[in-house]
């Protein structure tokens, strides 16, 4: 296989990170309509503000719409990438730290693995945003993370690639660390309620995504 475009995550996300935002729009499909599913799901779940976790927060742009949607709510990022976590720093006016601190409102980024660093316990809310399908051999483990970080009764949402027809476009991609998997959607949602599980076409089947919203059994 050709070699990763950088060498590895965070130095991919050394080179993309000052044009991220710019250029994923025409690629990373379902982002607003994953969050505006959230703001409609989580009021018949429960009529508190919610903890909510994104990881995989990038520059910050989720975060900046649930704090729309979710006003009240606690809100944390994590991110492997610290040229990200730059980018979400300057957009959000939010200082990187190495662990989150339970109970404090408002929002916080975090600089770290998911399943290692100290998030400060669980959430009611856990997002993750096209960021599990460029885990490579970690993805296990982040998928069993993200869902033991949800409370019972807690909502797991994830928007994501599904599947391409086309090798050469896999291949593409791969070389951008991303590698499709028609199989995560079902291992996020294992033993959780399903409320929301779509799949959607880009460009004409040029590659599938998926968005679901999952609910942990209280």
Same mark, same amino acid.
């Given at each position: 296989?050709?070699?990763?475009?950088?060498?590895?995550?965070?130095?991919?996300?050394?080179?993309?990170?000052?044009?991220?935002?710019?250029?994923?729009?025409?690629?990373?499909?379902?982002?607003?309509?994953?969050?505006?599913?959230?703001?409609?799901?989580?009021?018949? $779940?429960?009529?508190?503000?919610?903890?909510?976790?994104?990881?995989?927060?990038?520059?910050?742009?989720?975060? #900046?719409?649930?704090?729309?949607?979710?006003?009240?709510?606690?809100?944390?990022?994590?991110?492997?990438?610290?040229?990200?976590?730059?980018? %979400?720093?300057?957009?959000?006016?939010?200082?990187?730290?190495?662990?989150?601190?339970?109970?404090?409102?408002?929002?916080?980024?975090?600089?770290?693995?998911?399943?290692?660093?100290?998030?400060?316990?669980?959430?009611?809310?856990?997002?993750?945003?096209?960021?599990?399908?460029?885990?490579?051999?970690?993805?296990?483990?982040?998928?069993?993370?993200?869902?033991?970080?949800?409370?019972?009764?807690?909502?797991? %949402?994830?928007?994501?690639?599904? %599947?391409?027809?086309?090798?050469?476009?896999?291949?593409?991609?791969?070389?951008?660390?991303?590698?499709?998997?028609?199989?995560?959607?079902?291992?996020?949602?294992?033993?959780?309620?399903?409320? $929301?599980?779509?799949?959607?076409?880009?460009?004409?089947?040029?590659?599938?995504?998926?968005?679901?919203?999952?609910? #942990?059994?209280?």
């Amino acid at each position: 296989m050709s070699k990763l475009i950088g060498s590895d995550l965070p130095g991919y996300y050394r080179i993309h990170a000052p044009i991220y935002d710019l250029t994923r729009a025409w690629f990373l499909f379902g982002r607003e309509r994953i969050l505006a599913q959230l703001a409609r799901q989580w009021p018949t $779940c429960a009529q508190y503000a919610p903890r909510i976790l994104e990881i995989g927060c990038g520059t910050g742009r989720n975060l #900046r719409r649930l704090q729309h949607h979710f006003p009240s709510a606690r809100l944390v990022g994590i991110d492997l990438a610290e040229a990200m976590l730059e980018q %979400a720093e300057d957009a959000l006016g939010a200082r990187v730290q190495q662990r989150a601190t339970p109970g404090l409102p408002g929002l916080q980024l975090v600089h770290g693995a998911l399943g290692e660093a100290d998030l400060g316990g669980s959430f009611d809310i856990v997002l993750a945003s096209y960021m599990l399908t460029m885990t490579g051999a970690a993805q296990s483990r982040c998928v069993a993370a993200a869902r033991e970080l949800v409370v019972p009764g807690g909502l797991l %949402a994830a928007v994501d690639f599904h %599947a391409t027809p086309i090798p050469l476009y896999a291949r593409w991609m791969a070389r951008n660390h991303v590698h499709f998997d028609p199989g995560l959607r079902q291992r996020l949602g294992a033993d959780f309620n399903p409320l $929301c599980s779509e799949r959607h076409s880009a460009y004409g089947g040029l590659w599938q995504y998926f968005l679901s919203i999952d609910q #942990r059994p209280r």
